[in-house]
């Protein structure tokens, strides 16, 4: 299996600063088609987890520009430019490249 | 509106079986796969098996294979996850999500099953 490995684990942030969350795959993500199969999902409390980013760096339809995506073969990162106070949560990568499918552990953000 | 549609919650005591579903509404049902994942109390997300309701054809995580059984009706637009005989380690969230077929990713969410195991 692909092991995916998320740092920070925590990450206090004040309103309205960046904030960067890297994601490590444990072998290169880039698929037979060319594709890159890895994706973030955000988890607010309570809630289910909703998709961000596919593909590295497409942000999905309705996501705020103020999320990014970039990254290449094993390494990857989600950034967001000025954290905002709805951001608070729980952030996965995924990868979909090959099966079973994996997640990270889960980047927890908070405001400090 | 376009969603997946989910159960909120099953409690079971150990050793019984439970089929739990989800319902997509507002899409062509059989345009997208179907995967479900479990998030245990206070844990990360766990990728369970994928359906594509048109055929059938099915993926399992290995973990997670003879353990549970993925299935759809797609007269009904309805994909269930089974199990045979439930254990107190079963209790956990679980997610239905649907998977575009060009970007492979879950793009759409339902909003969990609890399920609760316990005597």
């Known amino acids: 299996d692909i092991v995916m490995t998320q740092t920070p684990l925590s990450s206090p942030v004040t309103l309205g600063q960046p904030a960067s969350i890297s994601c490590r795959s444990s072998?290169?993500?880039?698929?037979?088609?060319?594709?890159?199969?890895l994706s973030w999902l955000q988890q607010r409390p309570g809630q289910p987890p909703r998709l961000l980013i596919y593909?590295?760096?497409s942000r999905f339809s309705g996501v705020p520009d103020r999320f990014s995506g970039s990254g290449a073969g094993t390494d990857f990162t989600l950034k967001i430019s000025r954290v905002e106070a709805e951001d608070v949560g729980l952030y996965y990568c995924m990868q979909a490249t090959q099966f079973p499918y994996t997640f990270g552990q889960g980047t927890k953000l908070e405001i400090k | 509106e376009v969603q997946l549609v989910q159960a909120g919650a099953e409690v079971k005591k150990p050793g019984e079986s439970l089929k739990i579903s989800c319902e997509g509404v507002g899409y062509i049902f059989t345009r997208y796969w179907i995967g479900w994942v479990r998030q245990m109390p206070g844990k990360g997300l766990e990728w369970m098996a994928l359906?594509?309701?048109?055929?059938?054809?099915?993926r399992y995580n290995p973990s997670f294979q003879g353990q549970v059984t993925i299935s759809a009706d797609k007269s009904i637009s309805t994909t269930y996850l089974q199990w045979g005989s439930l254990k107190a380690s079963d209790t956990a969230i679980y997610y239905c999500?649907?998977?575009?077929?060009?970007?492979?990713?879950?793009?759409?969410w339902g909003q969990g099953t609890l399920v609760t195991v316990s005597s």
């Open positions: 999500a649907r998977r575009g077929p060009q970007e492979r990713t879950f793009d759409l």
């Open positions: 072998q290169s993500l880039v698929n037979s088609d060319g594709n890159t199969y």
């Open positions: 593909k590295v760096s």
């Open positions: 359906i594509s309701p048109g055929d059938s054809d099915t």
